[in-house]
Structures are given as C-alpha cells and as structure tokens.
C-alpha cells in the first residue's frame, strides 16, 4: 500500500543532496524537487493555467514543469522517455569534465519498458555520473517491481528502514552516491513508498 507522505517527501530528500549544477529528469510526481530548488508556487501555478506568466508560454499540458535556470528538464508524458534522456545528459557531464550528477525520477511500472533496460546498459557501458531513482509504490499498471527484482542483473538498493523521517534518512546516502557515482557501478535506488 502506498504511502503518499513517503511519495512526496523522498524526492524531496534526494533533492537536498544534489548541487545546483546537477540535472533533473523527473516524472509526475516530482514537483516537490522543483520548489526545493527555488520554483516558486506562482511559477507552478502560472504553468497549470497555461496564463501570461507561464515561462513555457503554454506550450505544455499541466504539470508539466520545467526549468533551465534550475537545471529541471520538462516533464514528458511517455512513460520512461526521460531516463535515457538522463544518461545523455550525464555522458555530457563526463565528457565536458564537468562535476555534476544527472538524477531520473521513474516509477516502477516505467522499470518494465524498453527505456529503463537500454538506458541502464548504456549507463554501465559508459561509466557516467547518473543516479536512477524509482519511486515505488506498488500502483505500477506493468509488471510488479517484485518480478523485475527478482528476475533482474541490476544492483537494487534498499532502504534500511524509511521511518517517519525519510528526508533525514535519505538525504545522506545521495550526498554519499552522488559523490562517489563514478566509482560504485550501476546503481537503482528503489524506495518503496
């Protein structure tokens, strides 16, 4: 069963571990790592309503935010697009030297499609800075992420424990992660919610 705190609050947590310079590749339900990094509730607001002050000009559906000046790129709504997207972002970051992380924000049910495994593959081959951060909450409509853990080569990390505090909990093992990305191999953080 879900926990919708958890779901709202472990994105938030993650996003107080990163640096300004690292690039965020989200989903629906990370609109919490946005305001952490300085989107303003107008700015949303003006977004939803598609009005004058939206800096999308209204080019995109509701909730679909995105940022240049906070390095959070736009929301798409394909399930999945936006981690590849992510290994392109951080095989950049390697190339140009630059000390930055790319996070991807997915759900479980986005684990089970084509995008999730190549982007993974190219991930390893490539060695790059990026961070895969599924939010499972047990509402995937694909596979159940117990089958895809179960019948996976990838390295899934649990929590130890979420408690009542995630953010404090969390907030460590990404600093921890993000500045030693390089040297751990591929990892997916799946924090079940």
């Given at each position: 069963?879900s926990n919708?705190?958890?779901d709202?609050?472990?994105p938030?947590?993650?996003a ?5 310079e690292?690039?965020?590749f989200?989903?629906?339900r990370?609109h919490?790592v ?9 700015e949303?607001?003006?977004q939803c309503?598609s009005?004058?002050g939206?800096?999308g000009?209204g080019?995109q ?8 000046r ?10 999945g697009t936006?981690i590849?997207q ?6 950049a970051f ?11 924000y997915f759900?479980?049910g986005?684990?089970s499609?084509g995008d999730?495994h190549a ?7 490539l060695?790059?800075p990026?961070?895969?951060f599924c939010?499972?909450?047990g ?5 159940p992420?117990?089958?895809v ?6 390295n ?16 460590p ?7 030693r990305?390089?040297s751990c191999?591929?990892?997916?953080c799946s924090?079940?919610?």
């Open positions: 069963m919708q705190l958890l709202a609050t472990l938030v947590g993650s107080a571990a990163l640096s300004n690292d690039m965020v989200a989903q629906y990370e919490g946005l305001l952490w990094r300085g989107f303003s509730i107008q949303a607001v003006d309503f009005n004058i939206d800096k000009k080019r559906m509701p909730i679909h935010y995105g940022s240049r906070l390095h959070f790129q736009t929301i798409s709504s394909p399930l936006q590849p992510a290994v392109g972002a951080a095989y390697k190339v140009q030297q630059k000390d930055a992380v790319a996070i991807c759900g479980e986005a684990a499609e999730f982007a993974l593959n190219f991930s390893a081959t060695d790059v990026v961070l895969f939010r499972n909450n509402y995937a409509i694909s596979t992420s117990s089958e853990r179960e019948h996976s080569y990838y899934f990390i649990q929590p130890a424990a979420l408690s009542d505090y995630p953010i404090i909990l969390h907030m093992a990404i600093q921890r992660r993000r500045h990305i390089s191999g591929l990892r997916v924090l079940l919610s």
